[in-house]
Nanobody, 127 residues
Framework: QAQLIESGGGSVQAGNSLRLSCSAS????????MAWFRQDPMKGRVFVAA????????YYGDSVKARFTISRDNAKSALYLDMTSLRPEDTATYYC????????????????????WGQGTVVTVSS
């Protein structure tokens, strides 16, 4: 079974940028969607962004629109999250997630809709 491995987290000052990466090891990813979530102490895993693996369409959470960009490299089975204009409230552990099957209502945003998860990478944004 494929595993998801995140990288790229770190500590930055507000206003700066970071790129997170997620690679699918074990076998090439052939599922339907991949996404990024982040852990909120009060809300649990919060949707950040997702991409339709085959068609490239994307969807973003309201708090990151126009600041974050999700992309993928199908040949490398790699997922990316380019984060710009980072804010202290973006501080979190970020998780890569994958769903193997099509979703009836389009790109899924609920954590329960994803069946494979990485271990997370920590992003800290200081003011």
């Amino acid at each position: 079974q494929a595993q998801l491995i995140e990288s790229g987290g770190g500590s930055v000052q507000a206003g700066n940028s970071l790129r997170l990466s997620c690679s699918a090891s074990g076998r090439p990813f052939s599922g339907a969607y991949m996404a990024w979530f982040r852990q909120d102490p009060m809300k649990g895993r919060v949707f950040v962004a997702a991409i339709n693996w085959n068609y490239g369409s994307t969807y973003y959470g309201d708090s990151v629109k126009a600041r974050f960009t999700i992309s993928r490299d199908n040949a490398k089975s790699a997922l990316y999250l380019d984060m710009t204009s980072l804010r202290p409230e973006d501080t979190a552990t970020y998780y890569c997630a994958a769903r193997s099957t099509e979703h009836e209502y389009g790109i899924p945003v609920a954590a329960v809709s994803y069946d494979l998860w990485g271990q997370g990478t920590v992003v800290t944004v200081s003011s």
